[in-house]
């Protein structure tokens, strides 16, 4: 429990827009009782000079894969892509122990609330011993996961993954995948087990890998066990052709249609659905899911670019992650999004959708702040009353964010998306849950755990 506080916010964003004077007051549950916008600051209220943002949910990320970041980058073969990545990276998935998997996350925590997030939803399954036996304790790595989170601060929804298959005909899984294995009943208890423990700032939803490594009895069964629960369910869909072409010859359908025959709604989510139609589009609309987008990594990968402007204009809610975290900060997710359209469409302003949202950089922030906390089942998004005190103190009189200060509120966000330096919104204060996070210093052993990985032949070229 923190105290209740007043705070006094110069600029705040509060109901899509940039406004000034903003009274906020926080109880000591650490949740938002009262906001007003025009209000001279009292006596009593800490006085915030710069600029007040809500901190934003980043809705997908596999935190071992901070370690691979940077790994992957040579091309020693003719070609190279997502599956020739997805090898190299099970290189290191391989190796990691309980107390490396904490370095990793602690570091990577840091990072991504130094970049805009507040809590991250982790589709986690790397579950089992190097073996593939499990642990005394079989969520060993979700503690380790768990750990991290608390020790940075930052809020963490913990997502279990179903891995049962290598493909759409596989009956099992590859060796190289052994570590992964799960079932229903497993992830169920996993799920379970973690919002048992009440770890503060910590909850658990489920998730299922892909079609490809959970069919339809897989599905099912989780799905019968999740029951009517009110608990995030995630999955990775369409995110590469070869996923695309293998699911119509396995099932005669594209992902996204064979998906929506599951009966999906609200609680799920729909990791990367880069190759849609619209007729799936509106499938998906109709059920309530959300869409989550990963633009630095799909980038990364090749996988392609996501029907924006469908998304958008269907109503789907649509929020960020990091993935693979080759990029940790929002904003330069964000900036990626708009423009892997501009490139691919050669038009401008795509996100914006005038005379409503003539803004780009409003409309992408509020979708990743609306999307985001539908994405890890909060019922309120940004700085209102009733929402939890997640936000953002930016300095805005720092270099790079000085002519971003300057400029009138309904160009403020364009201006901090689309011109200020990457990096340049870190200089800033985090509060989560009514709580100021002191900042974090690197790990000691995240150094040498690098180095110790960077020494892999199969990744490092050698």
Known sequence: MSAA???????????GRMQADVLIEIGADGYISHIAAGQACPAGAEALSGVLLPGVVNAHSHAFQRAFAGLAERREAAADDFWSWRDRMYGVALRLSPEQLRVIATQLYSELLAGGYTEVCEFHYLHHREDGQPYEDELAMAWALAQAAQDVGLRLTLLPVLYAHAGFAQPQLRPDQRRFATDA??????????NAARLPGVRAGVALHSLRAAHEADIRALQALVGDADVPIH???????????????????????????????????????????????????RSGAGVVICPSTEGNLGDGLAD??????????????????VSRDLVEELRWLEYGQRLGLQRR?????????????????????????????????????????????????LPGLADVHARPDAAWMDGLLFSAPLGAAAAARTMVGGRWLAPQPVPEAWPELMRQLWAIPAISGS
Do not use: K
């Open 5 to 15: 506080q007043r705070l006094h916010a110069a600029r705040a964003w509060v109901d």
């Open 235 to 285: 999955i990775h869909v369409a995110e590469q052709q070869q996923e695309v072409r293998d699911c119509l010859a396995a099932t005669g359908r594209r992902p996204l249609e064979e998906l929506c025959r599951y009966g999906l709604d609200a609680r799920w989510q729909l990791v990367h659905a880069t190759h849609s139609t619209p007729a799936e589009i509106e499938a998906v609309a």
């Open 349 to 397: 302003c795509v996100a914006a959708q005038p005379p409503q949202h003539a803004s780009t950089g409003e409309r992408l922030f509020e979708a990743a702040l609306r999307g985001g906390a539908a994405a890890a089942r909060v019922p309120l998004a940004g700085l209102q009353v009733g929402a939890r005190a997640d936000l953002r103190q930016l300095h805005t009189q």
């Open 308 to 325: 924006l402007n469908g998304w958008l204009a269907a109503g789907v809610p649509m929020s960020i992650g990091s993935d693979s975290h």
């Open 185 to 194: 009943a497993w992830v169920w208890r996993a799920c379970q087990r973690i």
